[in-house]
């Protein structure tokens, strides 16, 4: 057995909530530049309105690292890591603790197992309700994401707090929604990804007693996880990174965003980013899903008899 052994009493509601959103600042902790990364992939090519993007061309995962490293410095890898983690806070919390009490609801009473549909529906529940609560925290964090390859004179907001009272006095309160739809879309794929894989995979791992339960059988289902919901992600992810950070006026929605991207790019562009994409996914998924079986059992154990 590695790691805490499964407890008696399952935990609570409000410690799979709480157990989320700390799981999730883990993960963001540990792979933020990889995401980092990703974006700046995601947005490299497009056309701009100003242009005010810098020449500086990426290459592949590690060569987008070293050049953000060598040009901007060690601390434009976590560039918008408050409001990442401000987001992982709400974000997870509700899309992943809130996901086995949907499942549940959505159940039958009486049903020994849980269909397919029934784990789909509820991960694509607390998918869109999470959008809909953290879509602000996405929004500016993809912007400073964003804003390093820009020059210092460029650069929009001062801060994390500058850049909320900025979108909104500028864009509207709008502004800070902006790309609800296309996230609210691509975080239901992502959490029917990502959940009904992990929590399919876990169960057959189990029922097939080829693992314990225990770490090693959350990190093969969690990397399981991370690629599927890479896979089916992607398209849905880029569209939604370049619709975010655009220019007021840029795009007139996301649907314009992504003819503009598959005129200027083909189908192909969907899938930019793709590698860092999955060595994000991939890699958050496993840490986060391991601290989040952990923390809950943690949290079960220090709860007074």
């Given at each position: 057995?590695?790691?805490?052994?499964?407890?008696?009493?399952?935990?609570?509601?409000?410690?799979?909530?709480?157990?989320a959103?700390?799981?999730?600042?883990?993960?963001?902790?540990?792979?933020?530049?990889?995401?980092?990364?990703?974006?700046?992939?995601?947005?490299?090519?497009?056309?701009?309105?100003?242009?005010?993007?810098?020449?500086?061309?990426?290459?592949?995962?590690?060569?987008?690292?070293?050049?953000?490293?060598?040009?901007?410095?060690?601390?434009?890898?976590y560039s918008?890591?408050?409001?990442?983690?401000?987001?992982?806070?709400?974000?997870?919390?509700?899309?992943?603790?809130?996901?086995d009490?949907?499942?549940?609801?959505?159940?039958?009473?009486?049903?020994?197992?849980?269909?397919?549909?029934?784990?789909?529906?509820?991960?694509?529940?607390?998918?869109?309700?999470?959008?809909a609560?953290?879509?602000?925290?996405?929004?500016?964090?993809?912007?400073?994401?964003?804003?390093?390859?820009?020059?210092?004179?460029?650069?929009?907001?001062?801060?994390?707090?500058?850049?909320?009272?900025?979108?909104?006095?500028?864009?509207?309160?709008?502004?800070?929604?902006?790309?609800?739809?296309?996230?609210?879309?691509?975080?239901?794929i992502?959490?029917?990804?990502?959940?009904?894989?992990?929590?399919?995979?876990?169960?057959?791992?189990?029922?097939?007693?080829?693992?314990?339960?225990?770490?090693?059988?959350?990190?093969?289902?969690?990397?399981?996880?991370g690629?599927?919901?890479?896979?089916?992600?992607?398209?849905?992810?880029?569209?939604?990174?370049?619709?975010?950070?655009?220019?007021?006026?840029?795009?007139?929605?996301?649907?314009s965003?992504?003819l503009?991207?598959?005129?200027?790019?083909?189908?192909?562009?969907?899938?930019?980013?793709?590698?860092?994409?999955?060595?994000?996914?991939?890699?958050?998924?496993?840490?986060?899903f391991?601290?989040?079986?952990?923390?809950?059992?943690?949290?079960?154990?220090?709860?007074?008899?």
């Open positions: 057995m590695v790691g805490l052994k499964p407890p008696e009493v399952p935990p609570t509601a409000a410690m799979k909530f709480v157990s959103g700390m799981a999730g600042c883990i993960a963001d902790l540990c792979t933020f530049p990889l995401d980092t990364a990703k974006v700046r992939l995601q947005i490299q090519g497009e056309v701009r309105i100003p242009r005010t993007i810098s020449s500086v061309e990426y290459r592949g995962v590690l060569g987008t690292l070293s050049t953000m490293v060598r040009t901007e410095g060690a601390r434009s890898l918008g890591l408050a409001a990442g983690l401000q987001r992982q806070m709400s974000f997870a919390s509700i899309r992943i603790g809130l996901y009490s949907v499942k549940q609801l959505y159940t039958p009473k009486g049903a020994e197992n849980t269909g397919m549909a029934t784990r789909l529906l509820a991960g694509c529940t607390t998918g869109a309700v999470a959008v609560c953290a879509q602000p925290t996405d929004v500016v964090k993809v912007r400073f994401q964003a804003s390093g390859a820009l020059s210092d004179s460029a650069r929009r907001y001062s801060g994390t707090v500058d850049a909320y009272r900025t979108i909104a006095r500028e864009e509207g309160v709008r502004g800070l929604w902006r790309g609800t739809l296309p996230n609210i879309a691509r975080n239901a992502i959490n029917c990804g990502e959940l009904v894989t992990y929590d399919l995979l876990k169960d057959a791992l189990l029922r097939a007693q080829l693992m314990t339960d225990n770490i090693p059988c959350h990190f093969v289902a969690a990397f399981g996880a690629f599927c919901a890479t896979v089916v992600a992607s398209p849905v992810d880029v569209v939604k990174t370049r619709y975010m950070n655009a220019s007021p006026g840029q795009y007139r929605n996301a649907l965003c992504l503009a991207l598959l005129m200027q790019e083909g189908p192909a562009g969907l899938y930019k980013g793709f590698v860092p994409s999955f060595l994000r996914l991939g890699s958050w998924n496993v840490v986060m391991v601290s989040y079986e952990q923390l809950q059992r943690t949290m079960v154990l220090a709860r007074p008899a």
